[in-house]
């Protein structure tokens, strides 16, 4: 009786354990179609992902936008025309630019010959953006976290161009002053982190990054 019995446990727990297999098989199973099906589906989608292809024939046309009139309203606020002073002095330019004047002069000018941001001459013979629409309008996403059509009214830039302006900006930033302004500190530069902070509050604080807005 002792052996059958032992016979039947030995038996539910090679029936126990041989379940555990195939359920784990079947398992295994199900998730690789489960990702195979995500893959075709990231597939499709990326395939389906409409790109900037410029005029094409059986596209909307574009918008009649005033680039004249939003590089006015730009330099008429900010920098002054026909000798007149600017409407917005230098306190408000940096509360809306996160930035002074003159670190935004020297973006623009270390920008403004790429060829993303040079003012073109479209097909027709119109002079298209000038550089100072497309990095004030960067700036003012990357500045209020707007979205890419907000300003368009303002600096009169379409949300395409607009969005890839702001891309091409920060790249630009990262890749031309990254080992001057993200160097890994010294040891010296590290105590006065700490020592400054301490002061401000907060001992044992390297660095922060805070909400600007």
Request: proline share 5%; charged share 25%.
């Amino acid at each position: 009786m002792e052996a059958a019995e032992t016979g039947l446990s030995s038996a539910a727990s090679f029936l126990a354990e041989d379940d555990g297999a195939v359920v784990f098989a079947a398992v295994q199973a199900h998730m690789g179609l489960l990702l195979l099906i995500r893959r075709l589906s990231r597939a499709t989608r990326a395939r389906r992902c409409r790109h900037y292809r410029g005029s094409v024939p059986g596209r909307r046309p574009n918008k009649r936008r005033d680039f004249a009139a939003g590089l006015f309203n730009i330099q008429r606020d900010y920098f002054g025309v026909n000798a007149e002073p600017p409407t917005l002095d230098d306190r408000d330019f940096e509360m809306r630019f996160r930035v002074p004047r003159s670190v935004f002069g020297r973006i623009y000018l270390a920008v403004k010959d790429e060829p993303f941001f040079q003012q073109r001459i479209n097909a027709t013979g119109r002079l298209q953006a000038h550089p100072l629409q497309k990095v004030v309008a960067a700036f003012r996403v990357i500045a209020y976290g707007e979205a890419a059509d907000r300003s368009d009214e303002y600096v009169r830039l379409s949300r395409s161009t607009l969005a890839q302006a702001t891309k091409l900006l920060l790249e630009f930033i990262v890749r031309r002053w990254e080992t001057t302004y993200l160097p890994c500190p010294n040891q010296l530069e590290r105590k006065k982190m700490m020592e400054r902070n301490a002061v401000r509050g907060f001992p044992g604080c390297m660095g922060s990054l805070d909400c600007t807005h």
